[in-house]
């Protein structure tokens, strides 16, 4: 009996582009990083794809284990759905944890950026506009000085 295939929609933000792809079993990190890369034009050693948790925080991988430990958390439906990154354009805060993590990053930025994904993957869903999440994120990030003189 063969395994059954995995459909992955991956979408690009703050653009909302999303395509669904399709493996016939889970891809490895390079088969997701190859197929990332001729959709996008991300160079793959560049890629990096995103979800958010059952916990509602958002998970950025870009490795083998990675991508391992995701599919060991994930049951259910053959369907995942993945937000591209390209780690060429990600500030240092974006980046994937390094252990080196910029500590000046202030709440008011992680909310801006925080509501920006919720709102891209409500576009995916079809319930908002990929424009808006980039307009809320602006907002907010514009804001921040008078949320932190407010303590």
Same mark, same amino acid.
């Given at each position: 009996?063969?395994?059954?295939?995995?459909?992955?929609?991956?979408?690009?933000?703050?653009?909302?582009?999303?395509?669904?792809? =399709?493996?016939?079993?889970?891809?490895? $990190? @390079?088969?997701?990083?190859?197929?990332?890369?001729?959709?996008?034009? /991300?160079?793959?050693?560049?890629?990096?794809?995103?979800?958010? @948790? &059952?916990?509602?925080?958002?998970?950025?991988? &870009?490795?083998?284990?990675? %991508?391992? @430990?995701?599919?060991?958390?994930? +049951?259910?439906?053959? =369907?995942?759905?993945?937000?591209?990154?390209?780690?060429? =354009?990600?500030?240092?805060?974006?980046?994937?944890?390094?252990?080196?993590?910029? %500590?000046? =990053? +202030?709440?008011?930025?992680?909310?801006?950026?925080?509501?920006?994904?919720? /709102?891209?993957?409500? +576009?995916?869903?079809?319930?908002?506009?990929?424009?808006?999440?980039? &307009?809320?994120?602006?907002?907010?990030?514009?804001?921040?000085?008078? $949320?932190?003189?407010?303590?």
């Amino acid at each position: 009996m063969s395994s059954p295939q995995i459909n992955i929609k991956l979408t690009r933000p703050p653009s909302g582009l999303t395509r669904k792809v =399709t493996f016939e079993t889970r891809p490895s $990190w @390079d088969e997701l990083a190859v197929r990332v890369q001729s959709l996008y034009d /991300i160079p793959t050693e560049h890629v990096a794809v995103s979800y958010v @948790d &059952n916990e509602g925080d958002e998970v950025t991988m &870009n490795t083998q284990t990675e %991508l391992q @430990d995701f599919y060991a958390t994930q +049951s259910g439906p053959n =369907t995942v759905r993945f937000a591209v990154r390209d780690l060429r =354009t990600q500030s240092p805060r974006e980046a994937p944890a390094s252990g080196n993590e910029d %500590l000046g =990053t +202030s709440p008011a930025i992680q909310l801006a950026d925080n509501m920006a994904h919720v /709102i891209a993957s409500l +576009s995916e869903m079809g319930g908002a506009n990929a424009d808006v999440a980039e &307009n809320i994120r602006n907002v907010v990030r514009n804001t921040a000085p008078f $949320w932190q003189a407010r303590g």
